[in-house]
């Protein structure tokens, strides 16, 4: 994917902001397992 | 003679990133980079030359890298909290016009993921509050502002 410039792609929000929401997704995907791995050393699983 | 603790510090972390830096063209698969913004407006040259570069190339050599939009980061230092979307838009727009890909690196904002907020406390709890006043953000807005330094993130 080639790297257009700012103000062309200012003129897509929608885009930006779905482009965004991925990411979202994917850093709350590791959160969790973060979370999850951080229970596990803390001996937290009841 | 004495030696300096300021250059010897600055010694230790130098040799440590050129250990690192032969690690990284090595093995980048295992590393993870965790680096990001403040929404406070359009990114300039100074952000170019500083880091958006570096996280290009650590994005192009395969490494891991996570960009934070720190918007909770602006709760204290905001006055006008309508233009935040906005400029978290336009945060997205720099790091895309510089090469940062969305396919490859994992773009996102700090208060839309509620999990952080569950880690928050178990990793607090590994930093002393010397370390804290230790870290340049804080040390700038204890500088700034003194006793009304919020105890919330920088």
Known sequence: MAPECRRDLLKHPAQLASQLESGNERAREFAVQTQSHVLELMHMRY | ?154
């Open chain 2, 1 to 154: 003679m004495t030696t300096d603790p300021n250059n010897e510090s600055f010694e230790i972390a130098a040799q440590r990133s050129r250990e690192l830096e032969v690690k990284l063209q090595i093995h980048p698969e295992r590393f993870r980079m965790l680096t990001g913004d403040r929404p406070t407006g359009p990114l300039h040259i100074g952000h170019l030359f500083g880091t958006l570069l570096n996280r290009v190339r650590m994005q192009e050599l395969g490494i891991d890298v996570f960009v934070l939009i720190a918007d909770y980061q602006t709760i204290t230092d905001r006055d006008a909290p309508e233009q935040i979307r906005g400029d978290v838009i336009g945060l997205v727009a720099d790091y895309l016009a510089v090469g940062i890909n969305p396919e490859k690196s994992t773009i996102f904002a700090n208060s839309q993921i509620a999990e952080l907020n569950q880690l928050m406390i178990p990793f607090l709890s590994l930093v002393g509050v010397a370390e804290l006043q230790r870290n340049p953000t804080v040390k700038e807005e204890l500088a700034k502002n003194g006793a009304r330094v919020s105890a919330g993130p920088s």
